[in-house]
């Protein structure tokens, strides 16, 4: 079973709009969590990460965690073509072990 | 951080054969990681390489398919043995830095025919 999972497989949002993206661990020794964004071709690159409840923001990008659900969602707002790429939702669940979900594909429609 | 880079970029090979696949970290690092990843999907845990010690497989993976070395702390090599198309995806090496950011090398992008 996987261990992360992430939430929509596909998202399509105009130029300029929201786009929310969910993951979640199903495995109760999850600390940390990344995302990262890989565009077609290219080698993932991570975003954000957090371990402490709450929402952390960095420019167009703001993360949040609610450590007792162990639920992350990302929310990029005024989304440009250029946010288009699969965003990889990672949690780490000891001190070497990272598991990636199966990525949510985002489309940002100009 | 670490800058990682994996040779060769791509390769072309038939089934049957085996092929080795190397990274190097510009800076000395304790673990490296290989995943796997089928066109734009999951990236995979394949193992966990540390210096001096035999590498731990993931679930799916065996040192005999995918025997990673661990020569020194800048470089690990991943030989893919008897590749089947199957084995077709990307490579990357991985490392983290103090524990936390993950870094990709750029992968390597193997088509067993």
């Known amino acids: 079973q996987q261990k992360v999972q992430q939430s929509p497989e596909s998202l399509i949002v105009p130029e300029g709009g929201m786009a929310s993206l969910n993951c979640t661990s199903s495995?109760?020794?999850?600390?940390y969590f990344w995302w990262y964004r890989q565009h077609s071709g290219k080698s993932p690159k991570m975003l954000m990460?957090?371990?402490?409840?709450g929402e952390k923001e960095e420019g167009r990008f703001t993360v949040h965690l609610n450590k007792a659900s162990l639920h992350t969602s990302l929310h990029i707002r005024d989304s440009q073509p250029s946010d288009s790429a699969l965003y990889l939702c990672?949690?780490?669940?000891?001190?070497?072990?990272?598991?990636f979900g199966k990525g949510t594909h985002l489309h940002v429609l100009p | 951080s670490v800058l990682l880079y994996q040779k060769p970029n791509r390769d072309i090979c038939q089934s049957g054969t085996s092929l080795k696949i190397q990274c190097v970290a510009d800076?000395?690092?304790?673990?490296m990681f290989w995943y796997q990843q089928f066109q734009e999907q999951s990236l995979m845990l394949m193992a966990t390489?540390?210096?001096?010690?035999?590498?731990?497989?993931e679930s799916g993976f065996t040192k005999d398919k995918f025997p990673i070395s661990r020569p020194n702390l800048t470089f690990s090599t991943l030989t893919v043995n008897n590749a089947r198309p199957g084995d077709s995806s990307i490579y990357f090496c991985?490392?983290?830095?103090?524990?936390?950011?993950?870094?990709f090398g750029p992968g390597t992008r193997l088509t067993v025919l």
């Open positions: 991985s490392s983290r830095v103090g524990g936390y950011e993950q870094y």
């Open positions: 800076s000395q690092v304790v673990s």
């Open positions: 990672a949690a780490r669940t000891n001190a070497y072990k990272v598991i």
């Open positions: 990460s957090i371990f402490s409840n």
């Open positions: 390489a540390n210096e001096g010690s035999e590498a731990t497989y």
């Open positions: 495995d109760r020794n999850v600390d």
